[in-house]
């Protein structure tokens, strides 16, 4: 998630002067165009509303979200000029203001007070689900906090897209965002998440995506992965295989263009078991190091939970190979 800095500094949105009532007050109802024809907003009552947007094809946008988006006091954008694309096309004249990831608690005690006052406010960014590895958690929190109501106006994701059309399982996943740039620190975040049960679902920047992949190759050994690219809009392609396969396919082709959705199955059981089986080595390992055999065994079963006559019997295959080496 992009994280929002507290800066309090009072750039960004534009607060201007508040409204009473908000948009359910309005003698004036806001307009939208859909399918050729034009559309009335039904009214809404004061307070922020999470709206998704389309994640590449305009025409993927509910007609909950255009109403809400036409009858909001004002529209809270990440990009104004992306999002200005979005309104014209619907024919949306409800005024924009940028919301983003360095916009200060100044401007958060602003909206807050519009909204107080009786005010609407939608919140969007530039493509899917508000606050999903984009800005506005700090905003809903604070709304929270003040007692204001929040409203979730559902639609696309990307990242439910991606699981849908991946093979992968979906009964189970866990989704990252963006892992580390510099590839050591990619590496620690990868072993944290080996052991995760379920699909791994990540964003990942274009020119970082073959090394990432061999990344994920090294760490979290042979597994089912998929590229998803460009989801929704014309280019959108989906590449399935291991991750070994796809890093040595991207490292000959070159990074692709276009926003980026990597998934990773779940580990085998022969994996998972191979990864227990090396993790208690090492830790054995370690302890017999500076205890005998009974001391390394009792320590290793308390860090790991194991049952404390296999850990003992797997320390004296350890002594033993030990010795005779």
Known sequence: MAQE???????????????????????????????????????????????????????DITLRALSTLAAADAVLAEDTRVTKHL????????????????????????????VREGQALALVSDAGTPLVSDPGYKLVEEAIAAGLPVTPIPGPSAILSALVVSGLPSDRFFFEGFLPAKSAARRTRLSALAEIPGTLLVFEAPHRLPEMLADAAA????????????????FETVRRGSLATLAAEFAEEGPPKGEIVVLIGE???????????????????????????????????????????????????????????
Do not use: C, W
Request: positive net charge.
């Open 5 to 59: 800095r507290g800066s309090g500094k009072t750039g960004g949105a534009k607060t201007g002067g508040s409204k009473t009532g908000g948009g359910a007050g309005r003698g004036e109802r806001g307009r939208f165009t859909a399918f050729g024809l034009a559309a009335e907003a039904e009214p809404i009552a004061a307070g922020f509303y999470v709206v998704a947007t389309p994640i590449g094809n305009l025409r």
């Open 87 to 114: 309104l014209a096309h619907y024919g949306i004249t409800t005024p924009l203001y940028s919301y983003h990831e360095h916009s200060g608690e100044g401007v958060r005690a602003r909206l807050i007070e519009r």
């Open 219 to 234: 760490v979290l050994g042979e597994r089912p992965a998929v590229v998803a690219r460009e989801l929704t809009k014309m």
């Open 267 to 325: 580990a085998s059981g022969e994996t998972r078991r191979a990864r227990a089986e090396s993790d208690l080595d090492a830790a054995l390992v370690d302890a017999l190091a500076t205890h005998s055999v009974k001391d390394a065994a009792a320590i290793v079963a308390a860090q790991t939970g194991l049952p404390k006559r296999d850990v003992y019997a797997r320390a004296l295959e350890l002594g033993k190979r030990g010795r005779e080496g």
